[in-house]
């Protein structure tokens, strides 16, 4: 196999659907000899801030001199960029040879006749999983984990911490329709006495929280009461009782960054013990250095890209653009998935100059099905080209992260 062959192996399995359920997932791992259990990881859950979270504790554990592995969806510029070693994507050849030591499990008769076939996102989780055990061992990983927690296809070892970054309501015909239900799916990865580090909650979501630890007798970590960080400007001071971090300056831009860095620095003060060349120089520096693609990245001086892609991630956009780009005439194009709700996304946009696009995705929102009122481009390369002719304004491009994606890859090649 070549990679080519390789990669349309592994997406032929989209077919196959979500279905969620660990079955598949425990019986192949057991073929292959429990890779999952073979290095440290922690486990990143939740609705928005997963990936910069993510980014974030990597980034100090490799300033701390770890190898460490990252499990990340979905990718950005290229596959490869999913199964990551101290941001270094897993290089071809690694791929298609750890996809051929998978593949005639996989397609083995026995293997389909005893759990059927495996999702796309079961055999990227296997293939991470082997990956950082057997073709290219880690240290310590930091595996995202797909939609929800409890059927999830990463909810398969036990983690030295979880972290949570946010819970907000998104993919309710999986999750369930309340702040609630979803926090229930999200803290079924906690096992016993794993601590659990979050962000600030709304209190439905942290009476679940706390009572899931009661019942894993976990170790709890929520910001703002057991750990914080206070703003200074654009900088800011993490805080752990006598523990202060100061003057944190992030390339990322926003709050909600700020909070996702807090979170991964009170994750690696918790792994000291366990791993410690981590120290508050390492801290620092490893949030200082990280940058998280499509995130609030601004890819040209006035140019913006962010993969706001449901309500409150739409917030946190706002948020920003009113914080810190006060002084420009902001320009916004946004395109989103049917199964979303665009018009309470747009309606947060609308004080802006929004437009709105569609993009070559099977779940995209086609042009004519947005509401009557927002302009409205075909190609969202014409509305590009205002980019270079107005340096004073700021350009913002939101949505979802597929439609990053493909603008971010244009912008790249050009």
Not at 37 to 45: E, G, L, M
Not at 200 to 229: C, H, N, W
């Amino acid at each position: 196999m070549n990679y080519i062959e390789t990669l349309n192996w592994i997406h032929s399995h989209k077919a196959n659907g979500r279905r969620p359920s660990l079955e598949r997932m425990q019986y192949l791992l057991a073929l292959l000899d429990n890779p999952q259990d073979k290095f440290p990881a922690i486990h990143v859950v939740g609705t928005n801030g997963k990936g910069s979270t993510t980014s974030f504790l990597q980034h100090i554990l490799t300033a701390s001199g770890y190898k460490t592995g990252t499990f990340t969806s979905p990718f950005i510029t290229r596959f490869n960029e999913r199964i990551a070693i101290d941001s270094i994507e897993i290089p071809d050849q690694d791929l298609v040879k750890t996809v051929q030591a998978i593949k005639p499990i996989v397609n083995s008769a026995e293997f389909q006749d005893k759990v059927g076939k495996v999702t796309e996102f079961e055999l990227v989780t296997a293939l991470m999983f082997y990956y950082f055990a057997v073709i290219n061992p880690v240290d310590i990983a930091v595996i995202e984990a797909g939609i929800g927690g409890t059927y999830d296809s990463t909810n398969v070892f036990t983690a030295k911490a979880v972290i949570c970054p946010s819970i907000s309501i998104d993919h309710q015909e999986t999750l369930g329709n309340s702040l609630a239900e979803i926090a229930q799916h999200k803290a079924g990865v906690l096992k016993t006495n794993v601590p659990f580090i979050f962000g600030k909650m709304a209190e439905p979501v942290r009476r679940v929280f706390y009572q899931k630890a009661e019942e894993t007798m976990s170790s709890i970590y929520e910001l703002g009461k057991d750990f914080s960080f206070i703003e200074n400007g654009r900088a800011f001071d993490m805080i752990y009782h006598q523990t202060i971090i100061p003057d944190i300056q992030l390339k990322m831009l926003g709050k909600h960054q700020k909070t996702n860095a807090s979170l991964a620095a009170m994750t690696a003060l918790i792994l000291q013990k366990q791993l410690p060349a981590i120290t508050p120089i390492t801290i620092k520096s490893g949030l200082e250095e990280t940058v998280w693609a499509g995130r609030c990245e601004l890819i040209k001086p006035n140019l913006m890209l962010d993969g706001a892609h449901n309500e409150d991630s739409i917030a946190k956009l706002v948020d920003l653009l009113k914080n810190d780009f006060t002084q420009q005439k902001i320009h916004i194009l946004f395109a989103g998935l049917n199964r979303k709700p665009l018009t309470q996304m747009l309606e947060e946009l609308s004080a802006y100059d929004l437009t709105v696009t569609t993009f070559d995705f099977y779940q995209a929102q086609a042009l004519s099905d947005y509401p009557e009122q927002y302009p409205k481009v075909a190609d969202y390369k014409d509305w590009l080209s205002m980019v270079d002719d107005n340096p004073e304004d700021l350009f913002v491009v939101t949505g979802s992260l597929y439609f990053i994606s493909d603008v971010r890859n244009h912008l790249l090649n050009h």
